[in-house]
């Protein structure tokens, strides 16, 4: 298995925006959101990952396949904006290299967090990111802070 990361150009919008619809629905279950009048659900930054300098937009691939995304805000605290692993994916450690190599590019200090009731993605966060976290509790969820 062969996992990568490709970080995204402003030709592969439309493949980031169409993964970010399965995300967006897994995530319906934990925020409640709804598609919008043409079936699909929104996101409220979509070009702001091409035109913030301190925002990057990856791809993530296993072998020949797209298998997901990561959203990332570098600066003093990276932040993992948005991470998402397709259902056939998981449980194969493409989610964990991927994490692995996201965290390689950017070291220094970073910022995880999930919403209340995903229970699956914490458990995630919590086996994928080195030991000597510090994890606070908001009224989102869970945020943990780590260094690599």
């Known amino acids: 298995m062969t996992v990568a990361l490709v970080q995204a150009s402003i030709h592969d919008k439309t493949v980031l925006r169409r993964l970010m619809q399965f995300y967006r629905y897994d995530f319906s279950e934990w925020n409640g959101d709804d598609v919008d009048e043409h079936g699909e659900f929104a ?35 990276h932040d993992m904006s948005e991470f998402f692993v397709m259902r056939k994916f998981r449980r194969t450690a493409v989610g964990r290299e991927a ?17 209340h009731g995903n229970e699956a993605a914490t458990r995630f966060w919590h086996a994928v990111i080195p030991a000597g976290y510090t994890e606070t509790m908001t009224p989102e969820g869970p945020v943990q802070r780590f260094t690599v």
């Open 99 to 115: 994490a692995r190599l996201l965290f390689q590019l950017f070291p220094g200090e970073w910022e995880t967090r999930q919403l």
């Open 43 to 77: 996101h409220r930054y979509p070009d702001h990952y091409w035109t913030d300098p301190g925002s990057r937009p990856f791809l993530i691939r296993r072998s020949d396949r797209w298998a997901g995304f990561a959203l990332v805000r570098t600066g003093p605290v």
